[in-house]
T-cell receptor
Framework: DTAVSQTPKYLVTQMGNDKSIKCEQN?????MYWYKQDSKKFLKIMFS???????INETVPNRFSPKSPDKAHLNLHINSLELGDSAVYFC?????????????FGPGTRLTVL | AQSVTQLGSHVSVSEGALVLLRCNYS??????LFWYVQYPNQGLQLLLK??????LVKGINGFEAEFKKSETSFHLTKPSAHMSDAAEYFC???????????FGAGTRLFVKA
């Protein structure tokens, strides 16, 4: 059983398009996250949701909009894709909402914008 | 604000040699510290975690790390490297009561036969 799953694994698209990445966790955790990992492997948090409520919203362009229909799912929608959006996007989850909890990561979605 | 610095973006060791990956942190309150490992084309997984219970923390796959408050360090070690240890290693810090975990830039470990 996959604990944190993401779809799709790879996403190749043209500039200006809109795309979504889906994430699901079956660990019963209350908190979910989206991270962006750039080409130099630097990992930066984008959003965090606790029980469907937004608790972290870093300085991310408005083109990125997370949606949490329930606490097991956190999807990421990206409008008007730009070249700089190319990266690997990781979803993660943790039991609590504090940063001291262990996070469990999905396998990542590699987004390539042409 | 907390931060973490990993010294050396790449470390290369021979199989069977000591592995030492360096991490220094900055935090205004007692920190929680983590080491995560990322194998190629995979997500991160927890190696070990410091939560103030003991300064020497043992993790999976024979890794351990020692919290040294005076040096603000949390270096990761393994006595004998194995080929399967080749991966990217991330040190991370968070503060008690805080919501965010801050990750270091990562250290790529190469293991030579």
């Amino acid at each position: 059983d996959t604990a944190v799953s993401q779809t799709p694994k790879y996403l190749v698209t043209q500039m200006g398009n809109d795309k979504s990445i889906k994430c699901e966790q079956n660990l019963g955790h209350d908190t979910m996250y989206w991270y962006k990992q750039d080409s130099k492997k630097f990992l930066k948090i984008m959003f965090s949701y606790n029980n469907k409520e937004l608790i972290i919203n870093e300085t991310v362009p408005n083109r990125f909009s997370p949606k949490s229909p329930d606490k097991a799912h956190l999807n990421l929608h990206i409008n008007s894709l730009e070249l700089g959006d190319s990266a690997v996007y990781f979803c993660a989850s943790s039991q609590g909402q504090v940063g001291t909890d262990t996070q469990y990561f999905g396998p990542g979605t590699r987004l390539t914008v042409l | 604000a907390q931060s973490v610095t990993q010294l050396g973006s790449h470390v290369s060791v021979s199989e069977g040699a000591l592995v030492l990956l360096r991490c220094n942190y900055s935090s205004s309150v007692p920190p929680y510290l983590f080491w995560y490992v990322q194998y190629p084309n995979q997500g991160l997984q927890l190696l070990l975690k410091y939560t103030s219970a003991a300064t020497l923390v043992k993790g999976i796959n024979g890794f351990e790390a020692e919290f040294k408050k005076s040096e603000t360090s949390f270096h990761l070690t393994k006595p004998s490297a194995h080929m399967s240890d080749a991966a990217e290693y991330f040190c991370a810090v968070s503060e008690t009561g805080g919501f965010k975990t801050i990750f270091g830039a990562g250290t790529r470990l190469f293991v030579k036969a």
